[in-house]
């Protein structure tokens, strides 16, 4: 999959267009157009990466939310949009949604989860966890969509590192 992205380089004030296409796991390579630049994109705690087995390949910088990166850069949307909307309390479910591809996360977040269902409705729509469908018309590949619906949003990370910035807040 290949798309173009607007960047806004703040120091500068400039657009540069820049070409990405996923690599393999949740790495991207990203190209800055009329330059030689070449990024290998992760999004992902450094954890992750080791796992992974991740080397940098020749010709390429790696750029991770680290600010110990080759080049840092921070999780949040590229490019223009309105800022999304709140929740309606009033026709939201009256629940927490969890979502998570994957169990066996390092920092153990299925067990706090475990634990806070004890107290409340906790609707986990995604492979870990998985006890509930999702809402009539839901799109499940949006997760602001799912998350609009409810009156709460639980959002953990799969592991716990110094110097990872997460897009969960």
Same mark, same amino acid.
């Given at each position: 999959?290949?798309?173009?992205?607007?960047?806004?380089?703040?120091?500068?004030?400039?657009?540069?267009?820049?070409?990405?296409?996923?690599?393999?796991?949740?790495?991207?390579?990203?190209?800055? =157009?009329?330059?030689?630049?070449?990024?290998?994109?992760?999004?992902?705690?450094?954890?992750?990466?080791?796992? =992974?087995?991740?080397?940098? =390949?020749?010709?390429?910088?790696?750029?991770?939310?680290?600010?110990?990166?080759?080049?840092?850069?921070?999780?949040?949307?590229?490019?223009?949009?309105?800022?999304?909307?709140?929740?309606?309390?009033?026709?939201?479910?009256?629940?927490?949604?969890?979502?998570?591809?994957?169990?066996?996360?390092?920092?153990?977040?299925?067990?706090?989860?475990?634990?806070?269902?004890?107290?409340?409705?906790?609707?986990?729509?995604?492979?870990?966890?998985?006890?509930?469908?999702?809402?009539?018309?839901?799109?499940?590949?949006?997760?602001?969509? =799912?998350?609009?619906?409810?009156?709460?949003?639980?959002?953990?990370?799969?592991?716990?590192?110094?110097?990872?910035?997460?897009?969960?807040?």
């Amino acid at each position: 999959q290949m798309f173009s992205e607007d960047l806004l380089i703040s120091a500068g004030k400039f657009p540069i267009r820049v070409e990405t296409k996923g690599l393999w796991g949740g790495i991207s390579e990203v190209n800055v =157009l009329g330059t030689d630049l070449r990024l290998m994109r992760a999004m992902e705690g450094p954890e992750h990466l080791q796992r =992974l087995g991740l080397e940098v =390949l020749p010709g390429y910088a790696l750029s991770t939310t680290s600010l110990k990166s080759a080049v840092p850069v921070p999780y949040f949307k590229w490019g223009p949009g309105p800022f999304p909307l709140g929740v309606d309390h009033s026709t939201s479910i009256p629940a927490a949604l969890f979502l998570a591809r994957h169990c066996q996360s390092r920092n153990k977040r299925e067990d706090l989860m475990l634990t806070l269902k004890k107290y409340i409705r906790i609707d986990s729509l995604s492979n870990c966890m998985r006890n509930s469908e999702p809402p009539f018309g839901a799109n499940l590949n949006n997760k602001t969509d =799912l998350a609009r619906r409810y009156l709460f949003f639980l959002a953990f990370e799969n592991e716990d590192s110094i110097d990872y910035v997460t897009e969960k807040v």
